[in-house]
């Protein structure tokens, strides 16, 4: 006897193939496609799903969720989208390993407006300690990556030097510690002190060992190098081609304003995929992005971690050199909306501009951000427009894109694509506008991302293959989420298995936390 059936409705199985009517039998957390008559068939449950898609479960290959979830492991915005399994430790940013409890918690500090810094009695060092909490805890599946700013901090601290020649034998050894305690690779966030100090030379070193591991190197690039338009990616490419590592470019986008077109960008990636790069990326389907608030912050300022940073806000003469530097990470200050406020005189605030928040306070909004972070303690999040929305559609239908949300789950004004990243590819993407066939866009989803982070049992739906399905109607999908109201869950998506076990039940939680975590 099966545990569950899926009857009548319309497979499209993750490979890009056409679909087919057949059934969806799982036993034991293992799917069986089953064709023909099902009557004779028993099932602990059976779900008729007429008229609706059943595909393999969503993959997110850019989620910042690390923290969040350990907290709120029901992890909703994601898995009523269909996502049943995440990347994380992305951006040079990850949890582990950490060699020094002082430095995890001075870390957490750091990012807390980009992951949270939620209260937790959990504790770690290793990269096994801390998937510990995840596997078998949470809604969704996990894939894991180390972040080099981890890796940097136990190794040499948080001063902006390069490596001796032991730190760097010691960041190797981390790297192949923690790849054997379930990591699939390494990540950089080229922004994001103390990651960002890295030179190219160091992260090529560091990926030599990645690839000897059979890892892959993802990263958001180093955006204020050279020409602050293509020299970025010629770095990120550079360090694949000099180590060996395969490259996923994280958030792959066409910025604004920008020193080029996005044709540039597209015709860099088909240079060096031509030249034998082995070169993935993914991309969001909005021009909202979002982020912590001290990315704004000089790198110098950075420097020695958030004890630092907030000792030099608080200095007169450093604060004025500070906010002599500052710049609107955005088109202007109006562009970008401050979320994920705490002191009882900034709530107001959640939602607003920075440029409105300057107006209404007389203040220069540069002062409005060095004022917000000191009351904060650093842990405030931005969202801003700066995408082209005329350039999305061509960046997915590259054959090297998949789906990345880099949803932050903070904040009662996060970027709508937090809560409709995948449901709205379904509703805009493919049904409005044709920009892809439900088949392409189901396997960007998929068994691309799979692939990419070598998961062999998951992405397709086939016999013998994990039982993360996601069952959803093709014409009601939909993505309600916006800029003024965007926490609201995806519609039309109706049911969600991760690991064989029902998550989502007709668009609602069932309280089933069967994540793993996935290698």
């Keep these: 006897m099966l545990d569950l059936l899926i009857k009548n409705g319309f497979i499209v199985d993750g490979t890009g193939n056409l679909g087919f009517y057949a059934s969806v039998g799982v036993t034991d957390n293992t799917v069986k496609i089953i064709r023909g008559d099902v009557s004779s068939i028993s099932a602990t449950e059976t779900l008729d799903a007429s008229g609706l898609i059943v595909c393999p479960g969503f993959i997110d290959m850019h989620a910042h969720s690390g923290m969040v979830v350990l907290d709120k492991p029901l992890h909703e915005p994601k898995v009523t989208q269909g996502i049943t399994t995440e990347l994380i430790g992305i951006d040079g940013c990850s949890y582990a390993p950490f060699l020094s409890k002082d430095d995890l918690t001075a870390f957490r500090v750091l990012n807390a407006g980009l992951d949270g810094n939620p209260e937790l009695q959990q504790e770690w060092s290793s990269v096994s300690e801390y998937l510990g909490h995840l596997d078998n805890k949470v809604s969704c599946n996990f894939a894991y990556v180390m972040g080099n700013s981890a890796l940097r901090i136990s190794a040499m601290g948080w001063d902006n030097r390069p490596p001796t020649t032991d730190e760097m034998k010691k960041m190797k050894y981390l790297i192949h510690q923690g790849m054997e305690e379930g990591a699939v690779g390494i990540s950089t966030g080229l922004d994001y002190p103390p990651g960002s100090y890295a030179s190219t030379e160091e992260l090529i070193e560091l990926s030599?060992?990645?690839?000897?591991?059979?890892?892959?190197?993802?990263?958001?690039?180093?955006?204020?190098?050279?020409?602050?338009?293509?020299?970025?990616f010629r770095e990120a490419i550079e360090i694949s081609n000099k180590s060996g590592v395969p490259l996923h470019i994280s958030h792959f986008f066409h910025r604004l304003p920008s020193r080029g077109p996005f044709a540039k960008q597209i015709e860099l990636i088909d240079e060096a995929?031509?030249?034998?790069?082995?070169?993935?990326?993914?991309?969001?389907?909005?021009?909202?992005?979002?982020?912590?608030?001290?990315?704004?912050?000089?790198?110098?300022?950075?420097?020695?971690?958030?004890?630092?940073?907030?000792?030099r806000l608080k200095s007169p003469d450093e604060r004025q050199r500070i906010v002599k530097e500052l710049k609107p990470r955005a088109p202007?200050?109006?562009?970008?909306?401050?979320?994920?406020?705490?002191?009882?005189?900034?709530?107001?605030?959640?939602g607003w501009s920075l440029g409105e928040i300057a107006d209404a306070t007389g203040k220069d909004p540069a002062d409005v951000v060095c004022d917000i972070l000191i009351e904060e303690n650093l842990a405030t999040n931005y969202v801003a427009a700066g995408g082209n929305q005329m350039s999305i559609a061509d960046f997915y239908r590259h054959p090297a894109a998949m789906i990345g949300s880099d949803a932050v789950l903070l904040g009662e004004h996060p970027s709508p694509r937090?809560?409709?990243?995948?449901?709205?590819?379904l509703d805009v993407f493919v049904r409005q506008n044709a920009h892809l066939e439900l088949r392409e866009a189901i396997r960007k989803m998929s068994s691309f991302p799979a692939q990419r982070l070598g998961l062999k049992d998951r992405g397709i739906l086939r016999d013998g293959m994990k039982a993360d399905i996601v069952v959803f109607d093709p014409e009601?999908?939909?993505?309600?989420?916006?800029?003024?109201?965007?926490?609201?869950?995806?519609?039309?998506?109706?049911?969600?298995?991760?690991?064989?076990?029902?998550?989502?039940?007709?668009g609602s939680h069932t309280g089933a936390v069967p994540g793993r975590v996935v290698h």
Excluded: C
């Design 208 to 232: 030599k060992e990645v690839n000897k591991l059979g890892g892959f190197y993802a990263t958001h690039v180093r955006y204020a190098l050279g020409d602050k338009f293509l020299d970025p």
């Design 273 to 311: 995929l031509s030249e034998g790069t082995d070169l993935t990326f993914d991309s969001y389907p909005y021009i909202y992005g979002s982020t912590r608030l001290i990315i704004l912050m000089p790198q110098w300022a950075q420097e020695g971690g958030p004890t630092s940073l907030l000792e």
């Design 332 to 350: 202007t200050w109006n562009d970008m909306w401050i979320t994920h406020l705490h002191d009882h005189d900034n709530i107001k605030w959640d």
């Design 418 to 425: 937090t809560y409709g990243t995948f449901p709205i590819i």
């Design 476 to 506: 009601k999908v939909h993505a309600p989420a916006t800029l003024k109201d965007p926490k609201q869950f995806a519609e039309g998506i109706h049911h969600v298995f991760v690991n064989g076990v029902q998550v989502i039940k007709n």
